[in-house]
């Protein structure tokens, strides 16, 4: 089994390149899917609203992301301290989560299935420890100002935006930590622009 990281900042377009990887036949798993699963175990909900109160859950009781987002996503000292918190609660379900689906793919690869591909779709993969659990590191990059346009397209204010990039930096640069097994895709272009790397990256990989 070959196990993929791919990593990018927001708005990058790595959500494209995964949809890539999967037409190609990659089994990719999504951290951020995963976490909004996670919101939804009442242990995991309840930790959460002992840290940020019971304001931040729905008339349906469910995490409300969005007013969450507020809260750790702001230029603050409160709200990086509250990022941190929130990540210490989320992130180690998480990883237990992917940690299980990757024995289950394995497994499924040693019961005499195909040889498998599998994307792990984890935004601060490098920050979270998973570099070393991957055979290659793809790093998906984006014109800045482009990045930019598509962050207003998505209506992400300008506070948020900063607070997100900075999560991104705060482990360090991704292509300096596993050099010999990074390569970059260019997602400031069209969808066929993308997909020839993405492409060449497959080929490669099933080699």
């Known amino acids: 089994m070959i196990v993929v990281g791919l990593v990018g900042k927001m708005a990058a377009g790595k959500s494209t390149v ?3 990887f999967a037409a190609l036949g990659a089994h990719v ?8 699963e996670v919101l939804d175990e009442a242990r995991i ?11 931040v859950c729905g008339a349906d009781g469910r995490v409300d992301r969005r ?4 809260l750790v996503f702001s230029d603050s000292a409160a709200a990086r301290e509250a990022l941190e918190d929130l990540e210490a609660i989320v992130h ?8 299980a689906a990757l024995v289950d793919q394995r497994r499924a690869e040693e019961a005499g299935g195909a040889p498998r591909v599998v994307v792990l779709d984890v935004p601060l993969l490098v920050q979270a420890g998973w570099a070393d659990a991957c055979d290659r590191i793809v790093v998906v990059e984006c014109d ?15 506070a948020q935006r900063a607070a997100r990039d900075r999560a991104w930096i705060r482990g360090g640069d991704p292509l300096l930590a596993a050099p010999e097994k990074t390569v970059v895709v260019d997602a400031s272009r069209d969808e066929a622009y993308t997909s020839s790397q993405v492409g060449r ?3 490669e990989l099933r080699r």
């Open 201 to 203: 990256i497959w080929s």
């Open 67 to 70: 007013r969450l987002a507020t």
């Open 18 to 20: 995964a949809r890539m």
């Open 29 to 36: 798993l999504d951290a951020d899917a995963l976490a909004h």
């Open 92 to 99: 180690p379900r998480v990883r237990e989560r992917m940690q």
């Open 45 to 55: 909900r309840e930790a959460i609203e002992v840290r940020f109160g019971t304001d």
């Open 144 to 158: 800045e100002a482009v990045r930019q346009r598509r962050l207003v397209d998505r209506g992400i204010d300008p």
